[in-house]
């Protein structure tokens, strides 16, 4: 790759506007100079650029492709489970006895299946395998819009915390988020099969130093995708994952049940995470993360590209490992229950002996971490760059990573609909 200077942030407008082209032609970047120009001007043409608008891509150190340690990178310097949540109630005791209570449990033979070496395996999953996991469907329900991506949990946590009105130092902020919108952040780098699409969603910040993320209502790319699909053959393969679930756990009716995080990116930056937890294993104390999959191939990218994400929704959960069902793509026939944990999972799509694929970083789980940083601290930057200080009243910003994966903020008139904003 081309070398490229260090990015300022201090540069003047117009010797950023110079610094960002001479940078991009550097990268050899596909041409139309004159766009590119545009793109990091403001929108009405002629008026100065902003540069505490725009993290372009350039500015995102990140390690070789081909870097692959047996143990991979961390992504907090610190993380911890502070509660559980469940049915509108909130509990700070995270004991086994606690867990075992409002988690699905993880069926013996199947808690059994940690650590023990294959041969042993076999004779524990005996009871699960052959079923049919395309049967009976109906009774499953996907979590609405508003239940997917609340921050209730998360913020009946941070009331018992007695949270300062004020905030007494400006420069440290906590993220407030469901999980997945951490896991499609981080995940938006490897996005060269859908270039086309845009991750945007809403930040909306509080005196106090909370930084609540939720969905960008009009985004519509996200929207009625994979379990939401209308495509029967594509419903029945996401609801599989549901029916996988139930015959591995035992809990009959399912109601989602979370897990609150607390973490810390850096001196600055700590989060509030919710996290719905499959399954939680009894015998070990640790929680599973289930998922049903057709056959895994490691020379297919998308599957390594699967597997990635699954390895980056675990790293910010307490600890998990992986539980995946192999279901036979046609008949929904269960024929293999795979134990991982988080490190074996990542030696089996991060292997040295497997092809470099050449594009997505080839699906780097250290460039996925080193890219999650970047986003949440390019986000935090970006607020505290564009926020009107002193102002009580909750500010909300869009922010979008474009498919380049330059990272930009947008402040909104207000508040969007359906944006939670706590009384604190
Ligand atoms: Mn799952």
Redesign the pocket.
Known sequence: MAEVEEYDPDTTSENYIDHITTNLNKLKLKKKTGNTKRKYRGRKSGTKCKTNTVIPFYTFNHSNKLYLPNNPKELFISKEEVGLYKNGTFTDDNSKQSKSKTMPILKQNIALLYDKPITECRPLKNDFIGADLYENLEKYNAMDDKTLDSIEPCMKYIETQNVPTNNTDEKIVTIVSARHHIVEIGMSLFNSNERDKDVTFIVTYLDCGLLLFSQDALNKSFQKGGIYSNDPIFKKICFS?FAF?DLITSEDVKEPAFSIVKAKLNDEINLVLRC?M?AYNLEKNIYS????YADLKMKSPQHRKKLLK?WL?TALCPESDIIIGIRNPTDGILHDILQYTRTTLYRKFNNRNLTPFNKDFNYNANIAVEWTQHCLKSVSRLVKLNIDRGIKVPQSFKIKIDSLHNISIRKLQSTPHGVEIPNL
């Open positions: 994952g679930e719905e499959d993360e289930l998922k049903c699954t929704q």
